[in-house]
């Protein structure tokens, strides 16, 4: 829905994991992060693995915001829908104000003014 390609689709397993050679091999142009507190992008832009990595070589590993805001199994997940968008495709999303977008959908959601 954002327009970008997942180079894993082709993998049918409900939790994925790649093998370093594969990463390599579909060499991404980004990588999108879930929100952990552990792991951030400045570790695989520190990570000599991972240098040569087209995500990283252009500094596009990013992270989703908070879970709350990035919820997937809500209809939450339309925001981390422009979020990416946005994020790969700033020009073209140029006039998308996330944090206007964030606010007045939790405001529907919830009916609070999250501010």
């Not at 790649?18 to 390599?24: G, L, Q, S, T, W």
Request: proline letters at 3%; hydrophobic letters at 40%; one cysteine or more.
């Amino acid at each position: 829905m954002s327009g970008a390609k997942n180079i894993a689709e082709d993998i049918n397993d409900e939790h994925i994991v790649i093998k370093m050679e594969d990463v390599v091999k579909r060499n991404p142009e980004a990588i999108l992060m879930w929100n952990m507190n552990d792991l951030n992008p400045e570790d695989y832009l520190k990570d000599s693995q991972w240098k040569n990595i087209k995500a990283v070589v252009d500094k596009k590993v990013v992270e989703l915001p908070d879970a709350f805001y990035c919820d997937l199994w809500t209809v939450k997940y339309v925001y981390s829908v422009n979020f990416i968008a946005k994020t790969l495709y700033p020009d073209l999303f140029e006039d998308t104000d996330l944090e206007k977008y964030k606010t007045y959908m939790l405001k529907k959601l919830y009916n609070i003014d999250f501010k």
